[in-house]
């Protein structure tokens, strides 16, 4: 339940040995590799040491081709998956076997294929229906498209818009001469089209004039014979074609039953590709390779045997104090706290010097949920969801795999508040019961009731936000003192925590002693701060007042406002329990049995889906905000090592 520690790992080892160590690597999956920056920051060695080339571009080809059948699949013949179907195990043996490798990307490939004269099909078949349609005004006149007249005489094809007169048209072309024709072709809601005749020499001035009323020239370029057969000819075409293109989306679809065996090869592309992206992180000669990296200091022995079965040289190092920002953190923690990383991925990871918020979050974090869901009947369905998901699914997602089983956790603790404050999707099994016998004065047994003891659970809730935020400020004390700043933890966080803990015994014995104690030293740690600084007698006084001053403003409103944010916890337990209660008295009204059933269980659903993200919302906000900001340091950057990660199997290691 800690930051691992972490060791640089130096390796240089024969070039012909290189995709084997890094395959082993791969297996290992222990190591995050990078530039090996020591090295080439040494002039001599960079002049000789050049960037490796392990056909990364190719890899993420091949990977691009796989995933792009997969979407074709996707698209043409979809699997069908249940909701709550697991991924399919594969041994490490089956899944880096490579044999079936190039079979599956030739497929995959002739799927793309198949595909791509499909879509060349449909853009070929939007054009011929396009073509259609303009010709489809033309289809009455019995002429070849490409006459363009005799020796004297002119013809072309025009339109105007359909409002248009066509006496305004032969008008408009009389204006140039009487010795022209003008023979309707066809009309619409949106044109009138037309044909013109004339003699050669006006048709131009002819058709300038129409233009002046809305006509358009229409001409149909390198196509021949009259409309209607153009018109049949593409007919035909479309037919043709339609016919090819099912049979094309009949063969992807045929391969519906490969789409497992391709999934495994898209895994397998990915994992080759993110090991070349790692190999060309190398630098290397015409003999041997170098690279640098990161491990876990625990599997350093796991790490060293591996290497051992190479020609190769290595050393580890534990990071300097200049190289701590760049220490890649990961973080060990047990099946407890393990899924609040969900929690700290989402904030940001600590630092690789600071502490491992998840022992420390955990508990509070779990605690707040129940206290502010407080329901059994809530408590119940989450622990029931989370088993189910957890042990029929088996999640693997960065996200998904920690958020089951932390909605397990405070299921726990929402059965557990829910249990003390006699709640069971409200007041349900009181009104149920009502129902059935109206004499009834059935009620679940409570320790208290949000409803009746509001203040007590008020004061419940900023108590246990003294307790959390003590624990924030002990941490701090300790990482102070572990880096040599002991004073700085006695005077700061000792001094508000005696002050702190003198205003409770203050408010609940009456007694000043912790007051008096916290405010000597609160003086103390002013005029040590002082003295540290240096100067006159004057001008340490004057400085001990000002930061005794500015200390308890600073402090008293912070910790105020910090320690009233926990009212949200009494705030949310007496929401979630009156939004139940209204619905219940809604279904009851009814006298209905199966009517109060509907409405209650249609309300409670609503009222625990808006609780869901409601509690996880506001727990969140009080330990990324009043608690972490106690001791937290943010900043650290996570642990990628090389890895088989996949999307659609999981890999069973041996």
Not at 109 to 131: C, F, G, P, Y
Not at 397 to 411: E, I, Q
Not at 553 to 578: H, K
């Given at each position: 339940m800690a930051i691992v520690k972490m060791k640089k790992l130096r390796v240089i080892a024969v070039r012909d040995q290189r995709d084997d160590l890094m395959r082993q690597l791969l297996r290992l999956g222990c190591v995050e590799v990078h530039e090996p920056e020591g090295m080439l920051s040494d002039e001599d060695a960079a002049a000789v040491l050049r960037p490796e080339r392990a056909g990364l571009t190719a890899a993420r080809n091949r990977q691009a081709e796989m995933d792009g059948a997969l979407k074709v699949l996707a698209?043409?013949?979809?699997?069908?998956?249940?909701?709550?179907?697991?991924?399919?195990?594969?041994?490490?043996?089956?899944?880096?076997?490579?044999?079936?490798?190039?079979?599956?990307?030739?497929?995959?490939?002739?799927?793309?294929?198949?595909?791509?004269?499909?879509?060349?099909?449909?853009?070929?078949?939007?054009?011929?229906?396009?073509?259609?349609?303009?010709?489809?005004?033309?289809?009455?006149?019995?002429?070849?498209l490409e006459t363009a007249g005799t020796r004297t005489c002119a013809v072309a094809l025009a339109n105007v818009p359909a409002e248009v007169d066509m006496e305004s048209v032969a008008d408009a072309a009389e204006t140039v001469t009487e010795e022209v024709q003008i023979i309707l072709v066809s009309q619409d809601q949106q044109q009138k089209c037309f044909l013109v005749v004339a003699l050669k020499e006006d048709m131009a001035p002819i058709l300038d004039a129409m233009r002046t009323v809305g006509c358009t020239p229409v001409s149909f370029p390198g196509i021949t014979g009259t409309a209607r057969d153009n018109i049949d000819a593409r007919r035909r075409q479309l037919e043709t074609m339609g016919v090819r293109r099912k049979e094309l989306t009949e063969r992807i679809a045929q391969q519906k039953d490969a789409a497992g065996r391709l999934q495994l090869s898209a895994d397998r592309l990915a994992t080759e590709a993110a090991q070349a992206e790692c190999a060309e992180r190398l630098r290397g000669t015409d003999s041997v390779v170098a690279l640098e990296g990161w491990c876990p200091a625990e599997d350093e022995e796991v790490v060293s045997a591996?290497?051992?079965?190479?020609?190769c040289a290595f050393e580890y190092a534990d990071p300097t104090e200049e190289e701590y920002p760049d220490v890649p953190v990961k973080l060990k923690n047990n099946p407890f706290t393990r899924p609040l990383n969900m929690v700290t991925d989402m904030y940001a990871l600590p630092a690789y010097t600071g502490v491992d918020p998840n022992p420390l979050m955990a508990p509070f974090f779990i605690l707040f949920y129940g206290m502010m869901m407080a329901d059994m009947g809530y408590g119940l369905l989450m622990m029931l969801v989370s088993l189910i998901v957890v042990k029929k699914a088996r999640?693997?997602?960065?996200?998904?795999?920690?958020?089951?089983?932390?909605?397990?956790?405070?299921?726990v603790s929402t059965f557990f508040f829910g249990?003390?404050?006699?709640?069971?999707?409200?007041?349900?099994?009181?009104?149920?019961?009502?129902?059935?016998?109206?004499?009834?004065?059935?009620?679940?047994?409570?320790?208290?009731?949000?409803?009746?003891?509001?203040?007590?659970?008020?004061?419940?809730?900023?108590?246990?936000?003294?307790?959390?935020?003590?624990?924030?400020?002990?941490?701090?004390?300790?990482?102070?003192c572990r880096d040599g700043d002991r004073m700085s933890a006695i005077f700061e966080e000792g001094t508000w925590t005696v002050i702190l803990a003198g205003l409770g015994l203050f408010a609940a014995l009456g007694t000043p002693v912790g007051l008096v104690l916290g405010g000597a030293m609160l003086v103390a740690g002013s005029a040590y701060n002082a003295v540290k600084e240096g100067g006159g007698p004057v001008k340490i006084v004057m400085k001990t007042l000002m930061g005794v001053g500015g200390s308890l403003?600073?402090?008293?409103?912070?910790?105020?406002?910090?320690?009233?944010?926990?009212?949200?916890?009494?705030?949310?337990?007496?929401?979630?329990?009156?939004i139940a209660q209204v619905f219940n008295t809604l279904g009851g009204i009814t006298g209905n049995i199966f009517a109060f059933v509907l409405i209650s269980m249609v309300g409670n659903g609503l009222n625990f889906a808006l609780n869901l993200l409601g509690c996880f919302v506001h727990d969140m906000r009080l330990q990324c905000l009043e608690f972490f900001g106690r001791f937290y340091e943010d900043g650290g950057k996570p642990f990628r090592p090389l890895d088989m990660e996949t999307k659609f199997v999981d890999i069973v290691k041996e």
């Open positions: 698209q043409y013949a979809p699997v069908k998956r249940g909701l709550l179907t697991p991924r399919p195990e594969v041994s490490e043996a089956d899944f880096l076997d490579e044999n079936a490798l190039e079979e599956d990307l030739a497929l995959a490939r002739q799927i793309n294929d198949w595909e791509s004269q499909v879509r060349r099909s449909v853009t070929e078949e939007a054009r011929l229906r396009d073509e259609i349609e303009s010709l489809r005004p033309w289809e009455g006149l019995d002429m070849p591996c290497l051992n079965g190479f020609d999640p693997r997602g960065p996200t998904v795999r920690n958020m089951f089983p932390l909605l397990g956790l405070c299921g249990a003390i404050t006699g709640g069971f999707f409200g007041d349900f099994l009181p009104q149920l019961a009502k129902l059935i016998n109206p004499e009834s004065t059935f009620a679940l047994p409570a320790l208290f009731s949000p409803l009746d003891d509001a203040l007590a659970v008020l004061v419940g809730s900023l108590a246990l936000g003294v307790v959390q935020i003590l624990t924030g400020m002990a941490v701090s004390a300790w990482r102070k403003y600073n402090n008293i409103t912070g910790y105020f406002s910090d320690i009233l944010s926990y009212s949200r916890l009494m705030a949310l337990m007496l929401a979630g329990a009156v």
